[in-house]
T-cell receptor
């Protein structure tokens, strides 16, 4: 079974600065995937980035990168050059072969 | 492709009533899941399915039933609604165990 911990209920960042959202995971699976999703105030779930447990390089997607430290079981999301539209809830998730489970989320507020 | 569709968008039930939340996907995904989202709790997995005819319980299955007779459809049945089931319900699908998950728009359910 997977367990995801996001210890930051809320984060503040100024526009154009970088921010790191923390995520640690616990899983007994040898092979797993790590995901980040964004949920704006409108409520939809938007996929941001994926990291496979056997991927040696950190995943990147535009301004998003996933800082994967397997030994520490952490999968932090880094958002570079924050924009006002990045204000949202961010969820970390992990999948084993069958289940995909989520953390409790971090609310990010980007100020001008 | 319509993606993942959910009906209804909103529903109000009285305690003790039963109802079915509908979910359908047209992407031929094998994996489908139901989550509920409560404030401060993130998304919690209710039930999931890894293919037609195969379902299993997630983190919070009590009070809910599912079945998967076709690849496309994965309805969630509330047997006897309780105020504690007031929540936003998301259906999701993905091709395989380590793939990106696609979400429906959600159903906001209120039980009075």
């Amino acid at each position: 079974a997977q367990k995801i911990t996001q210890t930051q209920p809320g984060m503040f960042v100024q526009e154009k600065e970088a921010v790191t959202l923390d995520c640690t995971y616990d899983t007994s699976d040898q092979s797993y995937g790590l995901f980040w999703y964004k949920q704006p105030s409108s409520g939809e779930m938007i996929f941001l980035i994926y990291q496979g447990s056997y991927d040696e390089q950190n995943a990147t997607e535009g301004r998003y990168s996933l800082n994967f430290q397997k030994a520490r079981k952490s999968a932090n999301l880094v958002i570079s050059a924050s924009q006002l539209g990045d204000s949202a809830m961010y969820f970390c998730a992990a999948s084993g072969f069958q289940k995909l489970v989520f953390g409790t989320g971090t609310r990010l507020l980007v100020s001008p | 492709n319509a993606g993942v569709t959910q009906t209804p968008k909103f529903q109000v039930l009285k305690t003790g009533q039963s109802m079915t939340l509908q979910c359908a996907q047209d992407m031929n995904h094998e994996y489908m899941s139901w989550y509920r989202q409560d404030p401060g709790m993130g998304l919690r997995l209710i039930h999931y399915s890894v293919g037609a005819g195969i379902t299993d319980q997630g983190e919070v299955p009590n009070g809910y039933n599912v079945s998967r007779s076709t690849t496309e459809d994965f309805p969630l049945r509330l047997l006897s609604a309780a105020p504690s089931q007031t929540s936003v319900y998301f259906c999701a699908s993905r091709p395989g165990g380590y793939d990106e998950q696609y979400f429906g728009p959600g159903t906001r359910l209120t039980v009075t």
